[in-house]
């Protein structure tokens, strides 16, 4: 599709890198070792820089996907997840950001 991709192997690898500032779209698994991608999302939005945000999981709850949503993710989706449906939240969080 043309766009960078970075990735990390944590939340705070992330917070750490540098890159929050410059990224227009974050793909966030919500259970990782250390910080999980809600707490990680939150930490951003309390910094100002929240980008658009998709969250992945394979272990969906009710709770995590509601203050996912409340918090102002894009989406909040289930795996495995169709890579249409992902590409076509990546589109609409570049059209946000």
Same mark, same amino acid.
């Given at each position: 599709m043309g766009w960078e991709v970075?990735?990390?192997?944590?939340?705070? *690898?992330? %917070? !750490?890198?540098?890159?929050?500032?410059?990224t227009r779209c974050l793909i966030s698994d919500v259970t990782m070792?250390?910080?999980?991608?809600?707490?990680?999302? *939150?930490? %951003? !939005?309390?910094?100002?820089h929240a980008p658009p945000t998709i969250f992945i999981t394979a272990y969906p709850t009710a709770q995590d996907e509601s203050v996912a949503l409340a918090?102002?993710?894009?989406?909040?989706?289930e795996k495995p997840v169709d890579s249409s449906v992902i590409l076509e939240k990546v589109r609409e969080a570049i059209g946000k950001s």
């Open positions: 970075l990735t990390f192997d944590s939340a705070d *690898a992330f %917070l !750490r890198s540098g890159a929050v500032h410059k070792p250390g910080m999980s991608g809600l707490e990680m999302h *939150a930490q %951003l !939005r309390k910094q100002g918090n102002g993710a894009l989406a909040y989706l």
